[in-house]
């Protein structure tokens, strides 16, 4: 298995190959997605509400997002990595933009960081981090972390205007250097116009078939989030199995079955 780079990324694109992206959160999830082999493991922010239980992804912070990226580091040392910029740390200025980014790589042992972008106002911020040799991929169509401002989660693009002003956010963040982009939560028709006028790989989640590749969240894709979003398909039912097994194990406890052979010393 070759190991992802930007350049294996930007190839696949050029040869029509898809590309695979999932979520990790810790060094388990991160070892399963090696033996699986996927293109991209990302370390989202969507933490937020997977991991902590949360209903949005604004309280998560740069610190949980190094701990949590290096921990999957720890499970696939030569994955390619992304890690999530989160609430708040891609917004205020170029030097705080990329101060952030740089924990995540020196500290979190990331590969490459994501940056919602919610405004055009953000872009020389993205600039400046692939300036200090950081690649980025750029986040746009719906942006969780901009939740409240959206309305709630909303499928973005649906109108004319709406629709433009995504392809223009795209073919700008390609301009700034973003080495690909994120679509979440836009009609397949702005995917694939967005897909065909940017020549860096446009990676959807929610966003339709036309895209370069497919992203998910894995406790999504494994069934362990008690709500999956719509868009999501669920190829297993791990939810239930861990609860089988927990509930296998509280009955053996009680009734006396639980082996009981090992000894202390
Ligand atoms: O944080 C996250 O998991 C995301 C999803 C859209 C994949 O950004």
Same mark, same amino acid.
């Not at 300036?131 to 719906?142: D, L, R, T």
């Not at 693009?157 to 994120?182: I, Y």
């Given at each position: ?8 990324l ?5 040869m ?9 959160? /810790? ?8 033996? *699986?082999?996927?293109?991209? @493991? ?20 740069i610190s ?13 040392? /030569?994955?390619?990595?992304?890690? /999530?910029?989160?609430?708040?740390t891609?917004? @205020?200025?170029?030097? /705080? ?37 950081i ?11 901009? *939740? ?6 909303? $499928? ?24 690909? *982009? ?17 020549? $860096? ?65």
């Amino acid at each position: 298995m070759s190991k992802t780079t930007v350049v294996s990324l930007q190839k696949k694109k050029q040869m029509g190959e898809p590309i695979v992206l999932l979520t990790a959160y /810790d060094c388990i999830m991160g070892q399963l997605l090696a033996e *699986v082999g996927v293109d991209i @493991v990302l370390v989202g922010d969507s933490l937020g509400n997977v991991f902590q239980g949360d209903t949005t992804t604004q309280s998560v912070t740069i610190s949980q997002m190094v701990y949590h990226t290096a921990a999957v580091r720890r499970g696939w040392p /030569d994955g390619f990595i992304v890690a /999530d910029m989160p609430f708040m740390t891609a917004v @205020v200025s170029e030097a /705080d933009t990329v101060r952030h980014a740089g924990r995540l790589i020196q500290s979190g042992r990331a590969d490459a960081v994501k940056i919602e972008v919610m405004h055009a106002r953000q872009l020389p911020l993205l600039a400046a981090v692939v300036a200090s040799g950081i690649p980025v991929m750029a986040h746009i169509g719906f942006t969780p972390q901009a *939740v409240t401002q959206l309305g709630g989660y909303r $499928v973005q693009g649906r109108t004319d205007a709406s629709a433009a002003a995504c392809l223009e956010l795209a073919k700008q963040c390609e301009a700034q250097g973003a080495f690909s *982009v994120l679509l979440e939560l836009v009609p397949d028709a702005v995917s694939k116009q967005i897909t065909a006028a940017v020549s $860096v790989p446009v990676i959807g989640v929610g966003a339709g078939p036309s895209c370069d590749g497919q992203g998910l969240v894995s406790t999504d894709v494994v069934g362990l989030s008690p709500k999956v979003p719509q868009f999501a398909t669920q190829y297993a039912d791990v939810r239930s199995s861990m609860k089988q097994a927990f509930s296998s194990f509280q009955a053996a406890v009680s009734d006396g079955s639980f082996p009981t052979s090992f000894t202390q010393a």
